[in-house]
């Protein structure tokens, strides 16, 4: 098995997920540096989505 494909899903997924979110807060924001934050917030989201899972589990 090769080394260099075994995340190649994860990587995807990520990429569609950068792509997807960069134009959601890019296109909802008010002035260009809600931009920029907008895009460095699209390069975390994994750790959003996971910090809102673990809030909503903890709910319950």
Not at 1 to 22: C, D, N, P, R, T
């Amino acid at each position: 098995m090769s080394k260099g494909h075994e995340h190649a899903s994860g990587g995807a997924v990520y990429g569609l997920g950068f792509i997807g979110a960069a134009v959601y807060y890019i296109s909802v924001a008010t002035s260009f540096w809600s931009g920029v934050v907008g895009f460095l917030k699209a390069i975390v989201w994994p750790a959003f989505l996971v910090y809102e899972a673990f809030k909503a589990l903890a709910g319950q």
